[in-house]
């Protein structure tokens, strides 16, 4: 499976943005023809999906409350999926981790409503943290 290495969290104030970045560890692994999921988990909550891009048609989908601040990309030659996350509110506040799946996936279902079991590929996690 292929391995996930993300980076670019870190601590803004209210209103500011932050841009997570999510790389494929090694080579052999294209992310074109993977569908990246961005999850988080605060603590004592459940995992939240965040945003998804779909492998081959680029489709997006975003939870309601990041609709029109955040946006997911992806840049093949660099095989880089990205995360613009702006106009950052405290409740943006936890861990952020992106996921990998080797097909296309369902939206919502497999998207802003999975809880994380539709993707065998996962990152470390990166700290956001927004304060007030």
């Known amino acids: 499976q292929v391995q996930l290495v993300e980076s670019g969290g870190g601590l803004v104030q209210r209103g500011g943005s932050l841009r997570l970045s999510c790389a494929a560890a090694?080579?052999?692994?294209?992310?074109?023809?993977?569908?990246i999921a961005w999850f988080r988990q605060a603590p004592g909550k459940e995992r939240e999906g965040v945003s998804c891009?779909?492998?081959?048609?680029?489709?997006?989908d975003y939870t309601d409350s990041v609709k029109g601040r955040f946006t997911a990309s992806r840049d093949n030659a660099k095989n880089t999926v990205y995360l613009q996350m702006d106009s950052l509110q405290p409740e943006d506040t936890t861990v952020y981790s992106c996921?990998?799946?080797?097909?296309?996936?369902?939206?919502?279902?497999?998207?802003?409503?999975?809880?994380?079991?539709?993707?065998?590929?996962w990152g470390q996690g990166t700290q956001v943290a927004v304060s007030s």
């Open positions: 996921a990998a799946v080797n097909r296309v996936v369902r939206m919502p279902t497999e998207c802003q409503k999975s809880r994380g079991q539709d993707y065998p590929s």
């Open positions: 090694g080579s052999g692994f294209s992310l074109e023809a993977y569908s």
């Open positions: 891009l779909n492998a081959n048609d680029g489709r997006t």
